[in-house]
């Protein structure tokens, strides 16, 4: 099966999980994923409500990076993470 170039953006997840991310750099990711049709922006949950903001009227989702980068928590301190990062957006 061949993909055209749109196809194969809509299946990527650009992403920015850089602990030191400013602004600025979730602009431009966020700019990227609507240039070349991404189909979500990656980002650590700090980042997740300008995210939304930036990219509100597109297609592109946001998606929040829990337990990064090494993923070794429990799952139920995981749970307890998105629990807390779902209150918080509300």
């Known amino acids: 099966m061949r993909l055209s170039a749109k ?9 920015n999980v850089e602990p030191d991310a ?10 990227e994923c609507i240039e070349y ?3 979500a922006a990656v980002v650590n949950p700090i980042w997740v409500k300008t995210a939304v903001g930036l990219l509100k009227g597109t297609d592109v989702k946001v998606c929040a990076a829990l337990n990064f980068p ?12 998105l629990e807390r990062f779902i209150k918080q957006q509300q």
């Open 7 to 15: 196809d194969l953006a809509r299946r990527i997840q650009h992403t």
């Open 22 to 31: 400013t602004r600025g750099d979730i602009e431009k990711l966020c700019k």
């Open 37 to 39: 049709g991404f189909s």
């Open 70 to 81: 090494i993923g070794g928590s429990t799952t139920l301190a995981t749970h307890e993470e």
